[in-house]
């Protein structure tokens, strides 16, 4: 079983501010790391799907960026919105490639 | 396509009763996963199976058990509930035939389970 950190736990910001959080993962054997979106009372949704370091992927005002080597990867978003709170949740998947162990999430609340 | 469906939404039982939570994807994904949402805990894997026939544990398996006898279906079973299972239980599927192992896993909307 890996051992996947993310941080902060929690965070509050204001309509209009960009944050990032991140994730760490064990580098090893590293296969592939996933970003999931978990609005309350909903299930979780895909955002990105990262597996070559360097690797930097967008959509809309939310981007993600991965360092294999050193076994972390940032969630950016830019210009929060109140629909932006929700849960981010990351997950890393090794080289056996069966199963998905995910963090404890980042719960982000944007104030309007 | 409706994609992964969880029967039922919610569900309340006693302890020391079974229950099956029924989980069913149109998508022929080859890979089914039983996930529970623990508290500040993120969700933490219970079963998992790669494709008819063949199931495997995951972090969290005691007190479960599933069956894969079609492609589509991944039930699970709590055969004694315990209040220590009560939680949101997710079904997601992934890893379509045709595609690589680089894809993200599909969720249902979950299982509300409390045992009392």
């Keep these: ?112 | 396509n409706a994609g992964v469906t969880q029967t039922p939404k919610f569900r309340i039982l006693k302890i020391g009763q079974s229950m099956t939570l029924q989980c069913t994807q149109d998508m022929n994904h080859n890979y089914m996963y039983w996930y529970r949402q623990d508290p500040g805990m993120g969700l933490k894997l219970i079963y998992y199976s790669v494709g008819a026939g063949i199931t495997d544990k995951g972090e969290v398996p005691n007190g479960y058990n599933v069956s894969r006898s079609t492609t589509e279906d991944f039930p699970l079973r709590l055969e004694l509930a315990a209040p220590s299972q009560t939680s949101v239980y997710f079904c997601a599927s992934s890893y379509p035939r045709t595609g690589g192992r680089n894809q993200p896993q599909h969720f249902g909307d979950g299982t509300r389970l409390s045992i009392l």
């Excluded at chain 1, 590293?30 to 690797?55: C, I, Q």
């Design chain 1, 1 to 112: 079983i890996l051992n996947v950190e993310q941080s902060p736990q929690s965070l509050h910001v204001q309509e209009g501010d960009s944050t990032n959080f991140t994730c760490s993962f064990p580098s090893s054997n590293f296969y592939a790391l996933h970003w999931y979106r978990w609005e309350t009372a909903k299930s979780p949704e895909a955002l990105f799907v990262m597996t070559l370091n360097g690797d930097e992927k967008k959509k809309g005002r939310i981007s993600a960026t991965l360092n294999t080597k050193e076994g972390y990867s940032y969630l950016y978003i830019k210009g929060s919105q109140p629909e932006d709170s929700a849960t981010y949740l990351c997950a890393s998947l090794d080289n056996a490639g069966n199963m998905l162990t995910f963090g404890g999430g980042t719960r982000l609340m944007v104030k309007p």
